[in-house]
C-alpha cells in the first residue's frame, strides 16, 4: 500500500528517528543471525560438523574431522548467506519500494547492511592472517592469488552495493541540494551509528575472548557497514529524478517497530551476546 504524505508542496517532514533507531537493530540482528547462524550454523551442520556454539559475533564448530573444502565451505557460508539473503531482498524490491516508508526503509536497511559487510570482509580482510577468508585460502595452491582475487571481488561488490543503495534510499530525499545532502548522511549515519553500537556492546559479553569484540564486532559492524554513510552521501549528491513538489518518504513513528527493535535489543543482550548454549 502506498504511503501518502499531506504537506504543501517542497515541504518535508523529519523522520521519527526513535523508530529509524529500531528498524536498524532489527536490520543489524538480523545480518548476524544470517551470517552466523543460518550461514556458518547450517553449513556446520551440513557437513557434520558438531555446533557448539552461536553468539553474536561467532559460532563455535569442531572442523576436526571434516575434509578441507568442507571446513572453507564453513568459512565461507557466511559471507555467502549474507549476500543470498541481499540478493532475494533485491529481487523484491518493486514490492517493498512501493510500500509504507518504514518497511521501505527497512528493506533498504536488510539489503545494504547484508551487502556490504560480506563485500568488505573480501575487500578489507583477505589479507588478514584471521577471519572467515583467511580459513578459506589455508591449504589452497597459490593462496596469494586467491587473496588477490577475493580483494578484487570484494571492491567490485562494494562498489556495486554503494552505488545501488544510494539510488534506493533517493525516494527519501528532497529535492533542495543542501536539505537533501544533510538527510540522506542522517538517515545512513544514524543506522551505522545504533546499529553498530549495540553490536559491538552485546560482544563484550561473549563468552571466549574479548579481543573478538575488537576483531568481529566491531570490525564488522562499524567497519563491514561504513558504506552506509558513504551511500548515504552519494544518494545525497545526486541530482533528483522526481519532480520538486513531490514529498519526500518520511519514516514516521511506529511503535510496532519500536517494540521489535526492543525485542531485537534484548536477543542481542540476553541471548547471542553471551551465546546459545550458555557455557
Avoid at 561467532?58 to 548467506?81: E, I
Avoid at 559487510?117 to 597459490?142: K, R, T
Avoid at 558513504?230 to 518518504?249: L, N
Wanted: charged share 10%; glycine share 8%; with cysteine.
Amino acid at each position: 500500500m502506498e504511503e501518502t504524505t499531506h504537506s504543501t508542496p517542497g515541504a518535508q517532514a523529519r523522520p521519527d528517528w526513535l523508530t529509524v533507531g529500531a528498524l536498524a537493530v532489527v536490520a543489524y540482528l538480523n545480518a548476524v543471525v544470517t551470517h552466523e547462524a543460518l550461514g556458518h550454523g547450517v553449513a556446520a551442520l551440513l557437513v557434520g560438523a558438531p555446533v557448539q556454539h552461536v553468539t553474536s559475533l561467532d559460532l563455535a564448530a569442531d572442523l576436526s574431522r571434516v575434509a578441507p573444502w568442507q571446513a572453507r565451505f564453513v568459512a565461507a557460508a557466511g559471507c555467502l548467506a549474507q549476500l543470498l539473503l541481499a540478493s532475494v531482498v533485491w529481487l523484491l524490491r518493486r514490492r517493498w519500494m512501493q510500500a509504507r516508508a518504514d518497511t521501505h526503509y527497512f528493506f533498504w536497511l536488510l539489503f545494504s547492511i547484508n551487502v556490504f559487510i560480506p563485500a568488505g570482509y573480501l575487500m578489507v580482510l583477505s589479507f588478514a592472517p584471521f577471519g572467515d577468508w583467511n580459513d578459506f585460502v589455508q591449504g589452497l595452491p597459490q593462496p596469494m592469488l586467491w587473496r588477490v582475487a577475493l580483494t578484487a571481488l570484494g571492491l567490485a561488490l562494494t562498489l556495486l552495493a554503494l552505488f545501488t543503495a544510494a539510488r534506493t534510499l533517493a525516494p527519501f530525499l528532497p529535492a533542495e541540494p543542501r536539505a537533501r545532502l544533510r538527510r540522506g548522511i542522517a538517515l545512513a549515519l544514524a543506522p551505522y551509528l545504533v546499529g553498530g553500537t549495540v553490536n559491538t556492546l552485546a560482544g563484550i559479553f561473549n563468552p571466549d575472548s574479548p579481543l573478538l569484540v575488537l576483531t568481529s564486532a566491531a570490525a564488522a559492524s562499524f567497519g563491514g557497514t561504513i558504506c552506509l554513510f558513504w551511500a548515504g552521501f552519494t544518494a545525497g549528491m545526486s541530482t533528483p529524478t522526481t519532480p520538486t513538489s513531490e514529498v519526500a518518504k518520511t519514516v514516521t513513528r511506529s511503535w510496532l517497530w519500536v517494540g521489535l527493535g526492543v525485542a531485537a535489543a534484548l536477543v542481542y543482550f540476553l541471548a547471542l551476546g553471551p551465546g546459545i548454549p550458555r557455557g
